[in-house]
């Protein structure tokens, strides 16, 4: 059974840093997807950032350059470090978890389980 439990939401000032993680209870995929979303007040959930069972990342445009996702195996962890943080940032941050191929992990993609998520508040 899948479980994932997101902590370190915090709030911030604009231009802080922080990492949020994600403690994560996986099923026996051969291969898996990872990702971090987020849903600002009053709006839908986006994509933040994916990662392969492999390591390979992907960011969506606003993120790359800025965030970092990480999966460490060995702590079943997911991390996403994230600096230069502005207001329109702030919401609830979701770690997500599918078996996927690397082909189809995608900040965008679909996924069929979900964290209770974690509050990111950045303050101007």
């Known amino acids: 059974q899948v479980r994932l439990e997101e902590s370190g939401g915090d709030s911030v000032q604009t231009g802080g840093s922080l990492r949020v993680s994600c403690d994560v209870t996986?099923?026996?995929?051969?291969?898996?997807?990872l990702a971090w979303f987020r849903r600002p007040p009053g709006k839908e959930r986006e994509g933040v950032a994916s990662?392969?069972?492999?390591?390979?990342?992907r960011y969506v445009d606003s993120a790359n350059g800025r965030f970092t996702i990480t999966w460490d195996r060995t702590e079943n962890t997911l991390y996403l470090q994230m600096t230069n943080l502005q207001p329109e940032e702030t919401g609830t941050y979701y770690c997500?978890?599918?078996?996927?191929?690397?082909?189809?992990?995608?900040?965008?993609?679909?996924?069929?389980?979900w964290g209770q998520g974690t509050q990111v508040t950045v303050s101007s």
């Open positions: 990662v392969v069972s492999d390591g390979r990342a």
């Open positions: 997500a978890a599918e078996g996927k191929v690397a082909s189809d992990c995608r900040p965008e993609g679909w996924f069929g389980n």
């Open positions: 996986l099923a026996n995929w051969w291969t898996y997807c």
